[in-house]
């Protein structure tokens, strides 16, 4: 089984049985920053995780702001003229 999966498998059955565990190895794989993480933030999208989106939601209110800086790719900047053309000027 793939690391991603096993932190998606271990996480998913933590959400149920002990909350307050998932959190912690959340917040150790995130403090990890390692391809793992991201690859189990992708498949928080699926309709069925909620709690596993709540998990990571309460996670992260316990992070400072820096440290959830340090994990974000900022989007690239687009220029007025592109802004104007998906405004629908």
């Not at 699926?46 to 992070?63: D, F, H, K």
């Amino acid at each position: 089984m793939p690391e991603s999966e096993a932190l998606y498998d271990r996480l998913r059955r933590l959400a149920v049985e002990d909350p307050k565990e998932a959190k912690r190895v959340f917040l150790a794989a995130f403090e990890s920053n390692s391809q793992e993480l991201y690859e189990f933030l992708g498949k928080l999208q699926r309709p069925n995780e909620g709690r596993l989106r709540q998990v990571v939601a309460n996670a992260i209110r316990t992070v400072s702001a820096g440290a959830i800086l340090d994990h974000v790719t900022p989007l690239p900047r687009r220029d007025a003229a592109e802004e104007n053309q998906t405004a629908g000027f």
